[in-house]
Each structure stands twice: as structure tokens, then as C-alpha cells.
């Protein structure tokens, strides 16, 4: 039977990783798969983290089950960190949060729960958009239709055409929102602009759920979530999927939350039970090593503290790397503008590139990016920020 199976597309970025270990380059630059590097090229464990899981190893009794909904205090923790302990939403009972495997797990189980209990038939997403997103929400039996955001002229956000087709799309519907750290532009609404899109959508009736999968990757963990608050007005609905990838480096562990705000804390307990049948009727219940580790952390003020430094630290070298880049271009091409790559914020930044110019940098100078011209900002360094930009501008000037 298993031979009338056709071979499946390679992942447009993972299958990019394996050309890379594959290429005998020495000098070759992967700017590709969305994880931090530090300057010698490696994805470090925190030390807050390694800390964390010292404390776990001393006291850790069971490795029983945990509950369907995942580490109790965990899912506490992750309403306190994004909204705030004080926020009415946490304080009201009217938010409810599940632990799921990664924030990619956290989108599949907001796809299910909304397409088996409100009957949503369609999502929409940003033109461009993170490329799983389409897949994990047709995958749960969702219809994707996409909306426009990103402007390649002026390398930022086309608020106006974007509250345009929001204000034509049918009520009910859903819109998924990049919280921050838009994957893969780099490109983010401002404060007012975050409330002119926070009023077009709860006036079209539209359920907004925003990927939170960089917190505190920007400008900081209050900064960065001024759009998340923007929706958590009082009364509004509205779904919240969390990752712990990238601010605790906790890649591997797939730590993540699905947080869904109702109207009122009956309404959430009536979700919450709904939420626990499609997580029992998909992978059971999560697993616990990386739910406890975020836990440890967070209920310890010195822990926090070294956290938060080391979160910051990482976020100073992104954004260094985003200076230094493009001073590097402007040296190169003084007639060109790169003070968009400066202004991006995140891990990512639309280049710009076309894929031909990609493909001449991956073939001609072993240098690796989604053919879309996005690029993973971590990935630059002192070492190879010379080699990259000359490459750039060589492929760019011809």
C-alpha cells in the first residue's frame, strides 16, 4: 500500500538546512532556520536555564503525566508574563491557558478547538506570513485567505491597505496577527497603528489570534507586547499562542501556551474543558521538562533577573547586528537606503533580495536564505559580516 505514497515538497527552510551541512564551504554562511546564535555561531543554553534544570534534578520525585491542560503553574506564570498579574483579563478568570508542545503546537490546537466548537471556516493571514501557518490551519480544516501587509517600497507595514481588507472581511472570521517580531519581515505596526487595526477588528466582529512567538525579542517584554494589550480590551475575546523557544532558548524542549480570553471567567471554564478534549485526542497531555523549567524560573525573583539579562542580551546582539549590517551595506552601496534593516525589529528581515539573487549567493558564495529574501539577523556576526555584505552588494550592483 505504502507504494502509491508520493514524496511530500521538502520544507521550504528546513530543507534548506540540509544543502547547507552538505556544502563543503568552510566560509559558508546559514542565515536561514529561525533560531538565535550567539558570536562564535552557537545556540546557547541560558545559564538561567541551566540553573533551572540543576534545581529540577535535586527535587524531582516523578516523571509521571502531567494533566491535559499541561503545568498548572506554568499556565499561571505564562498569563502573568504576557498580559500582567494585575490585567483584568488574568485577574477576572476570563482567560484560560493550556500548555502545548511549541507555539506551533499552540496554533494546531487553537485550529481544532475553533473549527470543532464555533464551526470558524476561515483565517486570515498576512501577506507574507510565517509559511507554516497556512499548513497547520488548513491542516486543521480551516480555510486560509490572506490580507495584505508588508509594503517591499517602503520595507514596513501597509497599515492602510491592511485596515482596508479588514473592514471587507465577513464577521466571525478569524485574523491571525504577528504579536511582534513579524516572521518574516521584521516589519511592525506602531503603537497608534496597533489601535486603529485592535478597533477595525473588534468592529468587523473578527476573533483576532495573535502568534506570540518572540516576546521580548524587540524591545523589550512590555514593549513588545503593547499589541497584545491593545486587544485585551474589556469584554473582547480573542486567542494568544505562545512560544518559550526563542526567549529561553528552550528550542528543543517544544515549550509553548495556547491562552484563550473570553467574556467572562463561566465561559472560560466551559472552553477550558473543550480545549482539554482536543488536546486529549491529540498528543494526551504535554510533556513536562520545559513547562517546569519556564516555571522555576519565573517563581524565582534572582532567576528572573538573570533571565531577563540574558533575554536582553540576546536582543542587544540582534539589534546590533541589524546596526552593524547596515553600516556595512551603506559603506558598500552609498546609494542604496538600508536603514530599514536598522529599523526592522526581531530575529528576521525581509531583505529585499529576489530569489535569483539568493540563489547566485547560495550557489556562487555558499551563502544560505529562504529564497523569499528573508533573513535570520542572529545568524550575522563580527566573523562574517564582511564576507556577507560583500557578497550582497556584488549580487545586488550586478
Known amino acids: 500500500m505504502f507504494e502509491t505514497i508520493e ?5 521550504a527552510i528546513l530543507g534548506l538546512m540540509e544543502v547547507f551541512r552538505g556544502d563543503a564551504n568552510p566560509n ?27 534545581r529540577l534534578l535535586e527535587s524531582e520525585t516523578s516523571k509521571s503525566y502531567l494533566p491535559i491542560g499541561g503545568l498548572t503553574d506554568f499556565n499561571r506564570q505564562t498569563q502573568q508574563l504576557y498580559f500582567g498579574a494585575d490585567h483584568e483579563a488574568v485577574t477576572s478568570g476570563r482567560a484560560v491557558t ?25 483565517i486570515w493571514c498576512s501577506t507574507p506570513t510565517w509559511p507554516n501557518h ?20 517602503s520595507h514596513g507595514v501597509d497599515v492602510d491597505a ?18 511582534c517580531c513579524h516572521n518574516p519581515t521584521g516589519a511592525d505596526p506602531s503603537v497608534d497603528q496597533w489601535k486603529q487595526i485592535a478597533d477595525a477588528v473588534y468592529e468587523r466582529g473578527l476573533l483576532p489570534l495573535l502568534d506570540f512567538a518572540y516576546l521580548g525579542f524587540g524591545d523589550g517584554i512590555q514593549q513588545d507586547a503593547t499589541a497584545l494589550l491593545e486587544f485585551a480590551r474589556p469584554d473582547a475575546e480573542l486567542l494568544v499562542a505562545s512560544s518559550y523557544s526563542k526567549n529561553f532558548g528552550l528550542y528543543s524542549e517544544r515549550v509553548g501556551a495556547l491562552t484563550v480570553v473570553t467574556s467572562g471567567s463561566d465561559v472560560a471554564k466551559t472552553a477550558e474543558s473543550q480545549l482539554k478534549t482536543t488536546i486529549r485526542t491529540n498528543y494526551s497531555n504535554p510533556p513536562q521538562h520545559g513547562a517546569a523549567i519556564v516555571s522555576t524560573i519565573l517563581n524565582d525573583a534572582d532567576l528572573t533577573a538573570q533571565w531577563d539579562a540574558e533575554l536582553a542580551a540576546m536582543r542587544d546582539r540582534i539589534n546590533g547586528m541589524r546596526k552593524l549590517f547596515t553600516q556595512k551595506m551603506s559603506e558598500r552601496l ?25 540563489d547566485r549567493l547560495r550557489e556562487e558564495h555558499s ?13 550575522i ?3 562574517n559580516v564582511d564576507a556577507l555584505t560583500s557578497a550582497v552588494a556584488t549580487v545586488l550592483a550586478e
Open 28 to 54: 559558508k554562511i546559514n542565515l536561514t532556520v529561525g533560531v538565535f546564535k550567539d558570536e562564535s555561531g552557537l545556540t546557547p543554553v541560558l545559564e538561567s536555564v541551566k540553573e533551572a534544570e540543576r
Open 7 to 11: 514524496a511530500a515538497a521538502p520544507d
Open 98 to 122: 493550556v500548555q502545548t508542545p511549541g507555539g506551533t503546537g499552540a496554533l494546531r490546537v487553537a485550529a481544532d478547538f475553533l473549527k470543532q466548537n464555533l464551526g470558524s471556516g476561515t
Open 334 to 358: 552609498p546609494d542604496r537606503d538600508f536603514s530599514f534593516i536598522e529599523q526592522q525589529r526581531g530575529m528576521f528581515s525581509y531583505s529585499g533580495l529576489t530569489p535569483e539573487q539568493v
Open 134 to 153: 497556512p499548513k497547520v490551519f488548513k491542516a486543521g480544516g480551516i480555510e486560509v485567505k490572506n490580507y495584505p501587509y508588508f509594503n517591499a517600497d
Open 381 to 383: 556576526s563580527q566573523g
Open 162 to 179: 491592511m485596515l482596508e481588507a479588514i473592514r471587507k472581511m465577513p464577521a466571525g472570521n478569524v485574523i491571525c496577527l504577528h504579536a
Open 367 to 379: 551563502i544560505y536564505i529562504v529564497r523569499d529574501g528573508r533573513i535570520n539577523v542572529a545568524g
